[in-house]
């Protein structure tokens, strides 16, 4: 008799485990169906189950019971049907490529759905061009947004928003928000996606957009994985442009910083036609005296001139980085640099401490580059900070806390965006402004001493707490329901609602902690 690609007894075993898995809370009567071609795909052994246990952050480690490497979408909604009809349903979290840092894409004693098997069974054909007027591709929630561009650059053309990393998954930051450099132009990536489909949390796969099955379309952007998971994703292009003009120039003084980083967008926002074009990008950054100011930031000073910037720092304490970039093509590499020097000029900055790059469309957007190392933790918090409280920010937070502490150590963003290029009906918590910061201390710290840098992030948020300062987290590590509703403010009664009517057994994303422990 002819023999299956999985054997009969390998099959019992799986199902065994799972049965064992859906039986093993005390006083449940009934088993768990595993639908039958589940069975190959679910991993209990040691290494599959390490592997989901951790994450980029290094600090939250959560052990879930069974790991799915799907082949298909049909194979994430039989799992998530399989919970939801459980007399207990067990948790069901999303591994994009593992890059949450205190453990959001966990899924204790529950099942953590890699992502990667749906990447690895399309084999690059994970992002489909499907119209060119308007330009729209067809992205799988699974894909890296790395793998989105060099799909689509190939074509001539690429998506307008980034985020600075682009080893993540595209389901993992449209469920954030995604935001970067071009988000003060093209708003964060969240703002720039026409339709959705989404496995939800009772197991079902629905296409949504702002006209069809709308609450589910924008609860799902910036949702956090609450209410489903993304599986498709059609997103806005751009024709991409070839080369990109890159400059950072250098301040001492807070006001003029931000003055000029303000100046700067207010001149430099979209209008119709504009596209790729122009001016793309706008990020600061601090310069801190606790090492190279050469990190994996995006820092291109030459070696020449490290001293006299690191005796800079020394000086002042922190010196303000503004980085800005301007995409071309159809003209000349002299007339853009004149362009930019325009743009420059006037500023009150420090002129002789201005330098440019000139990189290809490609090298800029891969400008980060990240090892993840086992011997690391990355503490991080990122907040959104209104425009109105920035300099009690700066003093308070940057020259008080951080400056006196003098621990911290690898890149600390600060730059801003504005509130319409949001839409408010996104699940996406931001500050009440018009014009807001976001602040992104990116620490990392060795594998057993990041309590110090935990102890100055609680400092931090209460700081602002007492200040009066009200920051979102961005990225968020809530851990009581209270600072949950906090958080969402007046968008928690929807978020509520939502979670009611598209996960209601709560099996969706429990390593947020927003209404489960785990």
């Known amino acids: ?84 009809t459980c007399s ?33 069974q399309k084999k690059g054909d994970g992002v489909v061009i499907i119209s060119k007027n308007p330009l729209i591709a067809d992205v799988g929630g699974e894909q890296l947004w790395i793998d989105v561009l060099n799909a689509t650059t190939k074509e001539g053309v690429a998506p307008v928003s980034w985020t600075d990393y682009l080893e993540l998954s595209v ?82 003084n807070f006001s003029d910083f931000t003055t000029a980083q303000e100046n700067f967008i207010a001149n430099n926002t979209l209008k119709p036609g504009d596209n790729n074009n122009g001016m793309i990008y706008l990020e600061g950054g601090l310069i801190l005296d606790n090492g190279t100011p050469n990190t994996w930031r995006t820092f291109f000073f030459p070696p020449a001139d490290l001293p006299k910037i690191s005796s800079l720092v020394k000086q002042h304490g922190i010196i303000y980085s503004l980085e800005i970039a301007r995409s071309y093509e159809d003209v000349t590499k002299k007339t853009v640099e004149k362009e930019m020097k325009q743009s420059i000029k006037g500023l009150s900055s420090m ?32 907040l959104l900070i209104p425009k109105s409280r920035i300099s009690d920010f700066d003093s308070g937070v940057f020259r008080d806390i951080v400056l006196k502490r003098n621990i911290t150590t690898g890149p600390v963003l600060f730059y801003p965006m504005f509130r319409n290029t949001w839409n408010n009906k996104t699940s996406a918590a931001i500050p009440d402004e018009d014009i807001f910061y976001t602040a992104g201390l990116l620490y990392t710290s060795g594998i057993n001493d990041w309590q110090v840098y935990e102890d100055q992030n609680k400092a931090i948020l209460e700081f602002c707490d007492k200040a009066g300062i009200n920051v979102k987290q961005y990225l968020a590590n809530h851990t009581t329901k209270e600072e949950w509703i906090k958080h969402f403010g007046s968008k928690w009664a929807e978020f509520e609602q939502r979670k009611a009517l598209f996960d209601p057994k709560m099996i969706l994303s429990p390593g947020q902690r927003i209404f489960n422990n785990n």
Not at 96 to 105: A, F, P
Not at 223 to 229: D, N
Not at 353 to 378: C, G
């Open 1 to 84: 008799m002819a023999c299956s690609n999985y054997s009969l007894i390998p099959r019992f075993i799986l199902v065994i485990h799972f049965i064992i898995f859906c039986t093993s809370t005390p006083g449940k009567s009934e088993l768990c169906p595993l639908p039958p071609e589940l069975a190959p795909k679910l991993q209990f052994d040691t290494a599959a189950i390490e592997s989901a246990s951790t994450d980029y952050g290094n600090i939250v480690h959560n052990k879930p019971a069974a790991v799915l490497y799907p082949s298909s979408v049909q194979d994430i909604s039989s799992l998530i049907n399989a919970s939801f």
């Open 171 to 252: 389901g993992g930051t449209l469920s954030n928000a995604g935001i970067s450099g071009q988000t003060f132009r093209f708003g964060p990536q969240i703002s720039n996606v026409y339709e959705l489909d989404v496995v939800t949390g009772k197991g079902e796969l629905v296409t949504c957009n702002p006209n069809n099955n709308s609450d589910l379309f924008y609860g799902v952007l910036g949702g956090l994985g609450q209410f489903g998971i993304i599986t498709r994703a059609s997103i806005v292009l751009a024709p991409a442009p070839k080369r990109v003009l890159w400059s950072q120039t250098l301040f001492s």
């Open 351 to 382: 002129p002789e401490y201005s330098y440019q790059k000139d990189v290809s469309y490609l090298e800029f957007l891969t400008r980060v580059q990240i090892t993840v190392l086992k011997n690391e933790s990355h503490p991080w918090l990122n």
């Open 88 to 120: 207990t349903p067990f948790g069901i979290s999303t591994r994009g490529n593992g890059h949450s840092t205190y453990g959001q894409d966990m899924a204790n004693n529950g099942v953590v759905v890699d992502m990667k098997g749906l990447r690895e």
